[in-house]
Structures are given as C-alpha cells and as structure tokens.
C-alpha cells in the first residue's frame, strides 16, 4: 500500500488541471468516498465535474493494461452498459503522478449507492451477459490473484502473529482455519480455453442508480483474464446472499435475465465459486498483511482491521455454496 496521500493543496489542484488541460480557475478538489483500492475526490471545474481516483496500490498498477480495460469497457458501452468513461492527460496516458501519488481521471456520475441489491437482480444479469457476449480476448499475463491463494502454511503463520500482535480479528481467525481449508480446495486455477476478457468486480458497492433512476457500472480497474461461469458466480455471491442465506428469487432473476439476454455460462457445481473464493480469501490476506506490516496510516489500519473482520464473516460455508449451485444451475 502506498505511504503517501493526496491532499488538496492550491498546487495539486493547479497541477492536475493542467495535465488535463482544464482551466485551473475556480477549481476546487473534494475527497467523496473511499474503497479498498482508492479514494474518490471530486475535481468542480468551471466547465464540469470529474471524478479523480487516488490510487492506494501503487505496485499492483499495470500501466500496459489499461488501454485494454479501456477498450473493454468502451466496447460494452456500446452494447447498452452504463459507466463512467477514462479520460486520458495531456500526454495521453490514463496514469497522472501528482507528488507521490497517481491518480485516474473520468467523467463524473451524480447518483446513489444501491441499497436493496435484489431490486437490481435483472440489471446484474443482464449486464453481466452484455459484457460476456462479445467474448472480448483475453490479453496479456494471467492475474493468479483470482484463481490461486494462501497456503495452509501460510494461513497458519498469519494466524500465529495476529495472535501474537494481539489483532482484533485473531480469535476469529483461528477459529476460521478449517473452513479457509475446506475453501481453498476449491480454488482451482482457469482452464486456458475459458478465458475472456471480464469486469471482475461487480459488487454493489461498484454500483451507481443515477439522477435518471438507471444503473451504472463504476470501477473497472480489476478488467482482466476470466472465466464468465465464475463471474456469474461470483456476481450472485456478492448480491443476492446475505447473513449466509441466499435470496432463492433474486438468484433465478438473475439467470433467468442473463440467459435472456443471450449469456452462455451455466454454474455446473461449487467449483463454479473458484473465483469468488480466492478473491474473499486473498483479501483478508492482504488487508491482515497490511496491518502486519503495520507501515500504513491510522485510516487505513483501521479500515484493514474493519476489512478482515467482515471479510471472515461473510466466508460461506460448503453447504450454502451446494445449494446455490443447485439452485441457480435450474
């Protein structure tokens, strides 16, 4: 995680506007919200508003793919997904280093998180099937992060110094370790012939209903290598099952859309969650690590702790992965 963070001084707010070629008069920069890669600031110019992301992971930024994830995205735009659009600087690149930090710029989206993701079941699969049917290439070098995690060994050892160091979440932790075993079986990596290009982060919390009362898809910066089975099973983890319940309507609404909407991937048993589960367990590793290291600011120590704590609770169990596969392979 990066050590430095963006401030809003006169000279950072002039400094980014000329990158971008906008008029640095009246210019003003606001921190928004933040997540678990960035934060959002709002840039008000005299013309319009952006939305300039600050980005917390410098050494996971892989500036050669972002032409591509652009191009993604804009090729799903065209097929009916809403989002928000990458601008580039002066010089052309996506990438804009302000002091110690870099930054992304994109259009700006006035609207409001969702607060009753079933109420958008439709909308997922749609969206999702609109993404999958271009059957977009994959490119460049595979991101293990979505189909690979921490060794047992390595779970263990975590578990040991967040004892010994006293960690909020430690006894939770430990107590988690045989399901985190029990998990990590089924986290197997992509057979090659399945991957396409995909969003892979379709969370609620990537998604806007804006001032026209439609859905817009934001953060793209985990575009890569995937396999359509295991986003839809992903997507139907991360929006339709709550407290360790799935919502049996939301998730048939959700096939049943994608597959009208001309999706292919069927979920064919719990190894369809491969995705979903290195992601939740790679997560907790990293935000843990990240408080191990114990380098990072006070806020984000604190959103670490708050991120493994919840991170554990969510880790589903065997049985509710069976019946969801179960239920959405009807």
């Given at each position: ?19 971008y ?16 890669n ?19 992971w ?5 500036p ?85 995690c ?6 263990r ?15 939770q ?50 575009t ?55 992601t939740?367990l ?11 290291a ?5 806020e ?31």
């Open positions: 995680m990066c050590s430095a963070e963006l401030t809003a001084t006169a000279e950072t707010v002039d400094h980014l506007c000329r990158r070629g906008f008029p640095t008069r009246h210019a003003r920069l606001t921190p928004t919200v933040r997540g678990a960035g934060r959002i600031w709002r840039l008000d110019t005299t013309d319009t508003r952006y939305a300039v992301k600050e980005l917390f410098e050494h996971d930024v892989r050669e793919a972002i032409p591509h994830e652009v191009a993604f995205r804009n090729a799903t735009v065209r097929n009916g997904v809403r989002s928000p659009a990458s601008i580039p600087n002066v010089d052309g690149s996506y990438l804009t280093r302000l002091g110690n930090v870099l930054v992304r710029l994109y259009t700006w989206v006035d609207g409001h998180p969702i607060t009753t993701p079933s109420n958008a079941a439709s909308w997922v699969g749609r969206t999702l099937a609109q993404m999958h049917v271009l059957h977009y290439p994959a490119t460049g070098p595979h991101d293990h992060w979505f189909d690979r921490p060794s047992s060994q390595e779970w050892q975590l578990a040991r110094d967040a004892t010994t160091a006293q960690a909020v979440w430690a006894p932790l430990a107590q988690a370790l045989p399901l985190v075993d029990e998990l990590s079986i089924l986290v197997t990596p992509v057979a090659t012939d399945e991957l396409i290009t995909c969003h892979l982060d379709l969370h609620p919390s990537n998604v806007l209903l804006n001032d026209n009362q439609e859905l817009v898809l934001l953060d793209w910066d985990n890569g290598n995937g396999s359509a089975e295991r986003e839809l099973a992903s997507a139907l983890m991360a929006w339709h099952v709550h407290n360790g319940r799935p919502n049996d309507a939301a998730v048939l609404a959700t096939v049943k859309a994608y597959r009208a909407a001309g999706g292919q991937a069927s979920i064919t048993g719990t190894h369809s969650f491969g995705t979903h589960l290195a939740s790679n997560y907790i590793h990293v935000w843990a690590d990240t408080i191990r114990s380098s990072a600011s006070a984000h120590l604190d959103f670490a702790n708050r991120q493994v704590t919840q991170g554990l609770n969510r880790l589903p169990t065997p049985q509710l992965l069976t019946s969801l596969a179960e239920l959405a392979g009807r």
